[in-house]
């Protein structure tokens, strides 16, 4: 199993441009997640997913949109680039069924600057 | 809604000491898990420890045990026989039961380990 991936590792990003950060997963899970890590800070929820074609927005959603067209994908969009977008990204999945919750299992990363 | 606070931004041990990273949580949510999670300088983020919030038995993964206080919405987190392997920020993240599971992460510990 290769986990949760993500690419690219590294992008610099133009104020203005867009572009997608793709996440994927082998491990059958129904949920997902996107989060950034802003510098000395803990993660914060971008979009979440519960299943394919169901997402719904976290707590720092503006500036992003998400899809989820399969179980295994899980790309996040960022459109008009901002400053305020630099950032660490981090995908993520878990396994959930009826109350019982697993860990979240996290992709490697990817550095974000827009300048 | 979750808050965290984790009031230690950073901790030092001695190998072979044992450390205790302190955590404070509000939760409306009744029913809960909490998380530790390590992020080495790679930036992975990785699992150390789960409790289930309904479970008086505090959780124990080898090196790792917790004290969770449920009527004070305390969960810390202690390390046993520090390694040098252990050096890493520190996130403490409660998760809500059931429907998309999400995290509330903390700001981080950062613990050093030095010989």
């Known amino acids: 199993n290769a986990g949760v991936t993500q690419t690219p590792k590294f992008r610099i990003l133009k104020i203005g441009q867009s572009m997608t950060l793709q996440c994927a997963q082998d491990?059958?899970?129904?949920?997902m997640y996107w989060y950034r890590q802003d510098p000395g800070m803990g993660l914060k929820l971008i979009y979440y997913?519960?299943?394919?074609?169901?997402?719904d927005k976290g707590e720092v959603p503006n500036g992003y949109n998400v899809s989820r067209s399969t179980t295994e994908d899980f790309p996040l969009r960022l459109e008009l680039a901002a400053p305020s977008q630099t950032s660490v990204y981090f995908c993520?999945?878990?396994?959930?069924?009826?109350?019982?919750?697993?860990?979240?299992?996290f992709g490697p990363g990817t550095r974000l600057t827009v300048t | 809604a979750q808050t965290v606070t984790q009031s230690q931004p950073e901790m030092s041990v001695q190998e072979a000491e044992t450390v205790t990273l302190s955590c404070t949580y509000d939760?409306?949510?009744?029913?809960?898990?909490l998380f530790w999670y390590k992020q080495p300088p790679s930036r992975q983020m990785i699992l150390v420890i789960r409790?289930?919030?309904?479970?008086?038995q505090n959780a124990t993964e080898n090196r790792f045990s917790v004290n969770f206080q449920k009527a004070a919405k305390s969960f810390s987190l202690k390390i046993s026989d520090s390694q040098l392997g252990d050096a890493a920020m520190y996130f403490c993240?409660?998760?809500?039961?059931?429907?998309?599971?999400?995290?509330?992460f903390g700001t981080g510990t950062r613990l050093q380990v030095t010989l």
């Open positions: 993520a999945s878990s396994y959930s069924w009826r109350d019982l919750s697993y860990e979240q299992y």
């Open positions: 491990m059958n899970h129904n949920y």
């Open positions: 997913s519960v299943g394919a074609g169901i997402t």
């Open positions: 939760t409306s949510e009744s029913d809960y898990y």
């Open positions: 409790q289930e919030a309904y479970k008086q």
């Open positions: 993240a409660p998760g809500e039961a059931g429907t998309a599971s999400k995290l509330t």
